[in-house]
């Protein structure tokens, strides 16, 4: 383990190392672990397998006949330095369609009476607020978003629900997501994107990358039909 | 001429070494739930090791083949025949034309592989043909086989099978022992839990599949209870929750998790996991992080040197 400007790199198995950049989620953190993140995508290294941000850290899954913790620990903290101020952070803004309706978003009521408010200003708030992708995880495509309006934070159901139609958008505590597919989830529903969030032929195969900018924008039924994708 | 899924066992995909450098969009490695069984098989049709080839867990499949081909069997015996002769694991044989291949049940180990001369021949997807059940992609329709499947092969007439030397494979499964390192929380326990986890024996929960083995045992504690920031997590991750029974994080696995991960399987061992059935004792034993790379180095050395000329 060594130390480099409050940094921890902790070998967290023999092919991989677990660096931390620091201990609660800000922007300034997120903005860093994300530069890290893209500045190791960046080398396109064949040595390594796999990079994975979290909320305060960048997972390195390495081939370890290949390159040692050691030389790996160099190669990161070179990137580290490289990692310029947050005002070089660039986001790309990404705005998510959303229609909110009881239909596709069954606990709408329910939300707004736990917040005490109406379904058109939950509807406002939510989707009035800009959301930062800490990263992705749980399924294919789906984002870890930060920036939930507190008036909005409410606990996930006791019991999930078995099926959640893929493009449902929920909220958990203090997060908001969207179902990339039809899955299992315990998230109070409240809309659903007519977009397809994964598919595995694309390129990228999902809508949203770790550091992006999310935005939801109301559409209507009608809306939400024409631009329905299979 | 496509191979007829006659019957498809109990859960069998294709699956090839995994897919990799999609981590950060959710997407798990995937691939053999036992890789090194997986580089056998192909290896002894005279395949890439990383061709796709078919996973079979605990029953086995039958298949039938319209035309000739070479096929090999690695990892659990499942009492496979051809016609009446015995195929045993680490062998390459012929089927021939008609010809009907029928595995059964295994009784020790978890996992059979089928490699075929050529491969089968299924779309490589974000640069691997491995099932992704969860996800819905990969292999033959993102899914588990069913019977009256035909699965697709790759011409395989240009590959020469090989040979195993003599008594190869005898020190390769273990049945018992997985060796692990320390894990990434590691500090969060204290020298009570490890000496639990070193000791005492585990059981493999039938809960277990290829997201991860569930164990039952021991308790483990960390020293104080305290919210883990989401974060990546590495194949092999051994984490615990709440209720103090480990997981351990398998080729299907969630790519992120919130609970702390006491330790981690190397390597080396990885092959051992996919091996392990339902309601079988395993004993952990801790190596360094530079024994278990030196350990990787040998099984390469070894799986190199375990072919007959």
Redesign the interface.
């Known amino acids: 383990m060594r130390g480099k400007s409050g940094m921890k790199v902790i070998p967290a198995s023999d092919s991989s190392l677990l660096i931390v950049l620091g201990s609660a989620i800000s922007p300034e953190l997120h903005a860093r672990v994300i530069g890290l993140f893209r500045a190791l995508r960046a080398k396109q290294d064949p040595r390594i397998r796999n990079l994975h941000p979290g909320y305060t850290s960048v997972l390195v899954d390495f081939d370890p006949l290949q390159i040692s913790h050691h030389e790996l620990t160099t190669v990161v903290e070179q990137s580290t330095s490289a990692v310029g101020s947050q005002d070089e952070y660039r986001s790309k803004v990404v705005s998510i369609p959303v229609c909110y309706d009881v239909e596709l978003g069954p606990d709408l009521v329910d939300l707004a009476n736990y917040a005490k408010t109406s379904p058109e200003e939950v509807i406002r708030l939510h989707s009035s607020a800009t959301y930062l992708v800490h990263f992705l995880g749980f399924s294919p495509g789906f984002a870890y978003m930060g920036g939930l309006p507190e008036k909005l934070h409410m606990p996930r159901l006791a019991t999930p629900r078995g099926h959640v139609a893929g493009g449902t958008v929920g909220i958990a505590g203090s997060q908001t997501g969207v179902y990339p597919v039809d899955s299992a989830g315990g998230w109070r529903l409240i809309g659903r994107t007519p977009w397809r969030m994964f598919d595995p032929n694309a390129d990228p195969p999902t809508r949203l990358q770790p550091g992006d900018t999310v935005r939801f924008s109301a559409i209507d039924r009608a809306s939400f039909g024409a631009m329905a994708q299979p | 001429m496509p191979i007829r899924v006659k019957t498809p066992g109990m859960f069998s995909t294709i699956q090839d070494l995994g897919r990799?450098?999609?981590?950060?969009?959710?997407?798990s490695?995937a691939g053999a739930a036992d890789r090194l069984s997986l580089r056998i098989a192909n290896l002894l049709v005279g395949n890439q090791e990383n061709a796709p080839a078919l996973e079979m867990t605990l029953l086995g499949a039958t298949l039938e083949f319209d035309e000739p081909r070479i096929v090999a069997l690695a990892g659990a015996d499942c009492d496979a025949i051809v016609g009446t002769s015995a195929v045993r694991p680490g062998e390459a044989v012929a089927v021939p034309a008609g010809g009907m291949l029928k595995c059964g049940g295994m009784r020790t180990g978890a996992r059979s592989y089928l490699a075929v001369q050529g491969g089968f021949d299924v779309p490589v997807?974000?640069g691997s043909a491995a099932t992704?059940v969860?996800?819905?992609?990969?292999g033959l329709e993102?899914r588990r086989l069913k019977a009256g499947d035909l699965l697709p092969v790759r011409d395989g007439r240009s590959t020469r099978a090989r040979r195993l030397k003599p008594g190869a494979l005898d020190a390769v499964y273990r049945h018992d022992t997985v060796r692990v390192?320390r894990?990434?929380q590691q500090e969060w326990f204290g020298p009570e839990a490890f000496e639990v986890l070193f000791s005492c024996p585990y059981s493999i929960s039938d809960q277990s599949d290829r997201t991860g083995l569930r164990l039952k045992g021991e308790v483990l504690r960390p020293r104080e209870q305290s919210q883990l920031?989401?974060?990546?997590?590495?194949?092999?991750?051994m984490q615990v929750p709440q209720d103090g029974q480990p997981i351990i994080l398998f080729v299907d696995q969630?790519?992120?998790?919130g609970y702390p991960?006491i330790a981690?399987?190397?390597?080396a061992d990885m092959h051992h996991i996919g091996q392990l059935r339902p309601h079988q004792q395993v004993r952990f034993h801790e190596v360094s992080?530079p024994q278990?790379?030196t350990l990787?180095?040998e099984q390469?050395r070894w799986l190199q040197d375990a072919f007959v000329p």
């Open positions: 990799y450098g999609y981590s950060h969009l959710g997407i490695p997807v974000m992704d969860r996800g819905g992609f990969g993102g390192t894990g990434a920031l989401t974060d990546g997590i590495p194949l092999g991750a969630q790519t992120t998790g991960k981690n399987v190397i390597m992080i278990a790379i990787l180095k390469e």
